[in-house]
């Protein structure tokens, strides 16, 4: 028998315990018990989540294959796929900002590779608290220190991704990195089969580093976590790509590989019983041929282990040698550790001698699934109810501001820190979704990650069908069609029935709006528990999202193009509700998020057709800050004023900085004024302005009240996260 | 005009040069492990950009040491063109086949960035292709490009690249890339297999790879 003490050490209940005994049939021994525990964590075992996620669509045409695996796969063409997964590193990064991302990187990227694939882009959706605080700064620094020191390394290029500063994560900042990767090969997957076919640990050697890491992810941030930091990984990204080479050079070369898979969270036991399960058969494992870097290492601490950089094969019997060789090219370890067997256990064995044995469904089929409590929280109603929206009397000033604020100025101060055009692909990037070029085929990749935590924390059903709409449309805008989602959802304690309310009505929005788009969720990640003693992080779905532009002839971009171009806008602006204005003038996220989705549905197919026919020079997507602050970024890009003149019943300011969704801004040449009102004939098309000069001039009702030059609004825009980390 | 690509244990941009030799420029050229001695029929040898060896303990210092080094050693001597892009340059430094080291950037990170390059010189086999004074657009991507040489005299005529306008890294008298004596070995920091082709945004580079054709 156990005490509540020592399953608290491993996050295990008393009820989970009992339920282990009963079906087991028996108590389980300390080996056993610490493998079952990492499996059953929230981290490995999806327990509160897995019954809400089947809300998701996840078939279409394109899917090749579907959550379940270590990525999803969608076809591009008959020779190639595209393979994505997006995965959270918060805890760790939380502790250890360097590693805890660095190593969420790692892997992703193996993630990918797993699947056959070379990967070839990463975007990284960061959240923190505000720059003001300088923990904040080191923990920002950290992460994009973080990435940059993996990513560039690993020569995978950072091309997006995005970022946002909200005082909800102070202390339990959110690190998700999205990885996407071009399969031109097999197809691979994680499985095991073929009873004696061998199970092979390639990569780095195995130590005591993130043991535990998997239940450490599925707590509560506390002052003690700080004392968990051996919980955290270390990266070495040296190692890493040369796993990646030898990795894809081996399938490339040798049709003796059955299946692979990461060595990521619980180690060895996840990769050996996932592999398993999947094949249909059970493995023996010998702990002694794991090669290890420390000494004295008890077998639970071997098949526990999360050092990174390793990857778990299962090859045909009798060719192992023709592998061996490959792998120690590259310099890495290739050491067989175990076998295929015929009866559905892991089992473990220390110099010949069995140590533990657990049924294969115990650690994967069997792990619990909760029902969840939601109940709305009270203060709902109050929250989505604005007062007193300020009124203002310099609209030049708050333009300023706005632009300044960290969450809608310029990110280059973090992206010139990632390598983003090596691999010699990056053709767009920047300016909402980023493009990438296939070599080899005329056509070219959007992909975009997007997320809104204080719309979710306003509405998540609404807020939840905004994430999804918005990526889409970020990516119509590059000329790109949607094709699939890959999702993280990082959200606080799901026992707290508030916080349950949020996940599983936020999960039901992103379904719907996913539904109603008709794009596919391929894969994902789930991270709870992210919450501190101060602090629950705002309900955050992020939403990665890849996309296919036929051939750069479709290829668009934001920026204005030339002088007397006319400027539309398609959609209604205005709904101050959720908005940055209300959050930066009265210090609070209020009011109710907006969005129309039959608007959307209707909307963004004829988007795409207008920018295929040639008829829109350029598309932004209106989001934070609203028209005004897209409008200077179409200007700052561009390099080229605007003359705006609306007419408005609105208030000027929620016209200037309402985020209501969708509208977008095009410029169209004069010739094509009226072939763009035919085919947007009974939306919400309206001619606001033309691109002219070098300021930004905005005229409601008559009156102009702002006029402002492109270079000073670049100079503002460009300082708002920079002035901060000097 | 055999180009031959060194191979180090974490290059990365091996792959995107072997693309504008083979695809943009179309020259025969070829992969060669750092673990191989033969540099048989090459014409011109590249050290790419990347890692190697993680840049651990210092960029290219570990590199220098791989057996190829010792045959691309003999092969500089006699003549052969020997082109060092950003971790390559590093390791040419490293290997004494070009003067002075690469330290640490200013600002002490990463930068990838365009940046404006003046061509300095026009008279050698990598830049025959340029004007003399011309301003040029090319990528950079490093954390260790801060150039440094006690004497930088003892080197001003071997200056063929250098930062215009802005220098990214506090590179000492903005030196962006320079020769050996003889004029043979060239590294360079900024990345020209980057920016030789349209749809990347930028062709200054490709005429670094033409010039190299046009030389022999």
């Known amino acids: 028998m156990r005490t509540k003490e020592e399953l608290k050490r491993i996050s295990m209940s008393l009820e989970e315990y009992e339920m282990v005994k009963s079906l087991l049939g028996r108590e389980p021994n300390d080996l056993e018990l610490g493998m079952i525990a990492v499996m059953w964590s929230e981290h490995c075992g999806y327990k509160h989540s897995k019954k809400t996620l089947k809300l998701f669509p996840t078939s279409g045409p394109y899917v090749l294959q579907g959550p379940g695996e270590n990525a999803g796969v969608i076809k591009l063409d008959e020779e190639v796929a595209l393979v994505m997964k997006m995965e959270s590193h918060n805890h760790p990064s939380a502790i250890e900002p360097y590693q805890g991302a660095a190593t969420g990187v790692g892997g992703i990227v193996r993630d990918i590779?797993?699947?056959?694939?070379?990967?070839?882009?990463?975007?990284?959706?960061?959240?923190?608290?505000?720059?003001?605080?300088?923990?904040?700064?080191?923990?920002?620094?950290?992460?994009?220190?973080?990435?940059?020191?993996?990513?560039?390394?690993?020569?995978?290029?950072?091309?997006?991704?995005?970022?946002?500063?909200?005082?909800?994560?102070?202390?339990?900042?959110?690190?998700?990195?999205?990885?996407?990767?071009?399969?031109?090969?097999?197809?691979?997957?994680?499985?095991?089969?073929?009873?004696?076919?061998?199970?092979?640990?390639?990569?780095?050697?195995t130590g005591r580093d993130g043991i535990h890491g998997a239940t450490f992810a599925s707590v509560e941030l506390t002052d003690e976590s700080i004392e968990r930091r051996p919980a955290v990984q270390a990266g070495d990204p040296f190692m890493e790509k040369l796993l990646i080479e030898a990795v894809l050079e081996a399938i490339e070369k040798s049709d003796a590989i059955?299946?692979?898979?990461?060595?990521?969270?619980?180690?060895?036991?996840?990769?050996?019983?996932?592999?398993?399960?999947?094949?249909?058969?059970?493995?023996?494992?010998?702990?002694?041929?794991?090669?290890?870097?420390?000494?004295?290492?008890?077998?639970?601490?071997?098949?526990?282990?999360?050092?990174?950089?390793?990857?778990?094969?299962?090859?045909?019997?009798?060719?192992?040698?023709?592998?061996?060789?490959?792998?120690?090219?590259?310099?890495?370890?290739?050491?067989?550790?175990?076998?295929?067997?015929?009866?559905?256990?892991?089992?473990?064995?220390?110099?010949?001698?069995?140590?533990?044995?657990?049924?294969?469904?115990?650690?994967?089929?069997?792990?619990?699934?909760?029902?969840?409590?939601?109940?709305?929280?009270?203060?709902?109603?109050?929250?989505?109810?604005?007062?007193?929206?300020?009124?203002?009397?310099?609209?030049?000033?708050?333009?300023?501001?706005?632009?300044?604020?960290?969450?809608?100025?310029?990110?280059?101060?973090?992206?010139?820190?990632?390598?983003?055009?090596?691999?010699?692909?990056?053709?767009?990037?920047?300016?909402?979704?980023?493009?990438?070029?296939?070599?080899?085929?005329?056509?070219l990749i959007g992909v975009t990650t997007d997320e809104e935590g204080r719309y979710c924390y306003l509405d998540p059903y609404t807020g939840g069908m905004m994430v999804v709409a918005e990526a889409a449309r970020n990516l119509i805008c590059t000329g790109a069609e949607p094709l699939a989602i890959t999702d993280g959802l990082n959200f606080g304690n799901p026992e707290d029935p508030e916080i349950a309310w949020y996940f599983v009505e936020a999960v039901k929005g992103m379904s719907e709006a996913a539904r109603r788009l008709n794009i596919p969720v391929i894969s994902g990640n789930v991270s709870f528990y992210n919450e501190s003693e101060k602090y629950t992080v705002y309900p955050t779905p992020i939403v990665g999202m890849v996309g296919k532009i036929e051939k750069l002839e479709y290829m668009c971009s934001p920026s204005f193009k030339d002088e007397e171009d006319i400027i539309y806008t398609i959609g209604e602006p205005g709904n101050l509700g959720g908005s940055i204005f209300i959050e930066e003038l009265i210090g609070e996220v209020r009011g109710k998020p907006k969005l129309d989705i039959v608007l959307e549905v209707k909307l963004q197919p004829i988007?795409?057709?207008?920018?295929?026919?040639?008829?829109?020079?350029?598309?932004?997507?209106?989001?934070?800050?609203?028209?005004?602050?897209a409008l200077a970024e179409c200007s700052i890009w561009g390099n080229l004023g605007v003359e705006i003149d609306i007419d408005t019943n609105l208030p000027k300011r929620e016209l200037l900085f309402g985020e209501a969704q969708p509208v977008i801004i095009v410029s169209v040449t004069p010739e094509k004024e009226k072939e763009i009102e035919e085919l947007f004939k009974g939306m919400p098309l309206r001619k606001i302005g033309r691109v002219n000069g070098d300021s930004l001039k905005i005229k409601i009702n008559g009156e102009e009240i702002i006029n402002i030059e492109i270079l000073e609004l670049e100079k503002v825009w460009k300082s708002g996260i920079k002035r901060w980390m000097k | 005009m055999n180009f031959g690509i060194i191979v180090f244990p974490s290059s990365n941009c091996e792959r995107d040069c072997f693309y504008v030799i083979k695809d943009v420029i179309e020259q025969p050229v070829r992969f060669i492990w750092h673990k191989e001695r033969d540099l048989k029929g090459i014409d011109c040898v590249i050290l790419p950009g990347g890692f190697s060896y993680g840049d651990y303990l210092r960029s290219g210092a570990i590199a220098r040491f791989s057996p190829i080094m010792e045959s691309v050693k003999e092969f500089a001597e006699k003549g052969g063109l020997v082109l060092g892009i950003c971790n390559g340059f590093q390791i040419l430094t490293e290997a004494g086949l070009l003067p002075g080291a690469l330290g640490r950037n200013n600002g002490l990170k990463f930068i990838c960035k365009y940046v404006s390059i003046r061509i300095e010189r026009t008279d050698t086999p990598f830049t025959m292709e340029y004007r003399e004074g011309e301003i040029v657009k090319m990528p950079i991507a490093h954390n260790e490009g801060n150039y440094y040489i006690d004497d930088t005299l003892s080197i001003k005529d071997q200056v063929v690249l250098r930062y215009y306008e802005e220098n990214p890294n506090g590179a000492i008298d903005n030196i962006a890339g320079i020769v050996n004596k003889k004029g043979n070995v060239f590294g360079l920091m900024p990345h020209p297999e980057r920016c030789s082709e349209e749809i990347l945004g930028s062709e200054d580079g490709r005429r670094i790879f033409t010039s190299i054709v046009r030389s022999l």
């Open chain 1, 113 to 205: 590779l797993a699947m056959g694939a070379r990967p070839i882009a990463l975007l990284d959706s960061l959240r923190f608290g505000q720059l003001d605080n300088p923990r904040t700064r080191y923990l920002f620094s950290g992460v994009v220190s973080g990435i940059a020191g993996y990513g560039n390394c690993i020569g995978v290029p950072t091309v997006g991704g995005e970022l946002a500063f909200e005082r909800p994560y102070t202390d339990n900042p959110l690190v998700n990195v999205m990885c996407v990767g071009l399969l031109k090969g097999r197809l691979m997957t994680g499985k095991a089969t073929g009873v004696g076919n061998s199970l092979i640990l390639v990569g780095a050697s």
């Open chain 1, 258 to 443: 059955i299946g692979l898979q990461d060595m990521g969270a619980a180690g060895i036991t996840s990769s050996a019983s996932e592999m398993a399960a999947r094949g249909g058969f059970g493995v023996e494992i010998e702990v002694t041929k794991v090669p290890q870097r420390e000494k004295g290492m008890t077998p639970e601490e071997i098949m526990i282990s999360e050092s990174q950089e390793r990857m778990l094969f299962c090859v045909k019997k009798s060719r192992e040698e023709e592998l061996r060789a490959l792998f120690e090219k590259w310099g890495l370890n290739f050491a067989v550790i175990g076998e295929v067997i015929l009866d559905r256990v892991i089992r473990i064995k220390e110099k010949g001698k069995v140590m533990g044995e657990v049924p294969i469904d115990i650690l994967t089929e069997d792990v619990p699934a909760y029902d969840l409590k939601p109940e709305e929280p009270k203060e709902m109603k109050r929250l989505q109810i604005v007062e007193d929206i300020p009124s203002i009397e310099n609209y030049e000033d708050a333009l300023l501001r706005l632009l300044a604020s960290p969450n809608c100025s310029s990110s280059h101060w973090v992206y010139q820190q990632y390598d983003h055009m090596v691999e010699t692909n990056t053709v767009g990037i920047g300016t909402g979704a980023s493009v990438l070029r296939v070599k080899g085929k005329d056509y």
């Open chain 1, 607 to 629: 988007l795409l057709k207008a920018i295929r026919m040639g008829i829109i020079k350029s598309a932004q997507d209106v989001s934070r800050g609203g028209l005004a602050i």
